[in-house]
């Protein structure tokens, strides 16, 4: 991320145990993404969308909140910053990481659905020292495919930016 990443040791490290290690231009310091997460990375234009980044980032953070609540986590919650993300107590189990050059986002979120979280366990998730990482596959005692979640994500993602979401696959 912008705010430092990891070095050159750290970064070792973390190949010496098979991840993948890359440089990002978004926010934050480290995070991970691997297989059980949704990721959403839009591409918007926030000034034709008359959007503030805040307000992106806060919309993003209310599309991974309706799908807890979706599926049955009603204590999830936005905190302000430094804590972006979403949270089930002090565990996140959503990060958010946004770029915008010239009001055009990139990045985005990884909802935890079934995530490996052994590899948080590597790394200080976003810099916050002393904060867990949850899933909902850990949160709601089952197993949670991101095939599931992603109808109630797109669904909380058209009501949040009030929009229509139109597939490739779609006849029109």
């Known amino acids: 991320g912008l705010r430092g990443g990891l070095t050159p040791e750290e970064t070792a490290r973390l190949q010496a145990l098979g991840a993948e290690v890359?440089?990002?231009?978004?926010?934050?310091?480290?995070?991970?993404?691997?297989?059980?997460?949704l990721l959403c990375h839009p591409v918007l234009d926030l000034r034709r969308l008359g959007l503030r980044l805040r307000t992106h980032v806060a919309a993003l953070e209310a599309c991974a909140v309706r799908v807890c609540e979706l599926q049955?986590?009603?204590?999830?919650?936005?905190?302000?910053?430094?804590?972006?993300?979403?949270?089930?107590?002090?565990?996140?189990?959503?990060?958010?990481?946004?770029?915008?050059?010239?009001?055009?986002?990139?990045?985005?979120?990884?909802?935890?659905?079934?995530?490996?979280?052994?590899?948080?366990?590597?790394?200080?998730?976003?810099?916050?020292?002393g904060t867990g990482v949850t899933s909902l596959s850990e949160e709601l005692q089952k197993h949670v495919t991101v095939d599931e979640v992603i109808p109630p994500f797109l669904e909380a993602f058209e009501e949040t930016y009030k929009c229509t979401l139109i597939s490739e696959n779609s006849p029109n």
């Open 72 to 129: 049955g986590l009603h204590r999830a919650r936005a905190r302000p910053p430094p804590y972006t993300g979403v949270w089930l107590g002090e565990r996140k189990v959503c990060a958010i990481g946004v770029r915008c050059g010239r009001h055009i986002t990139s990045h985005g979120l990884a909802l935890n659905c079934s995530t490996d979280l052994v590899w948080f366990e590597h790394i200080v998730p976003c810099g916050l020292v």
């Open 22 to 37: 890359r440089a990002t231009g978004r926010g934050g310091l480290a995070t991970f993404h691997g297989p059980g997460q």
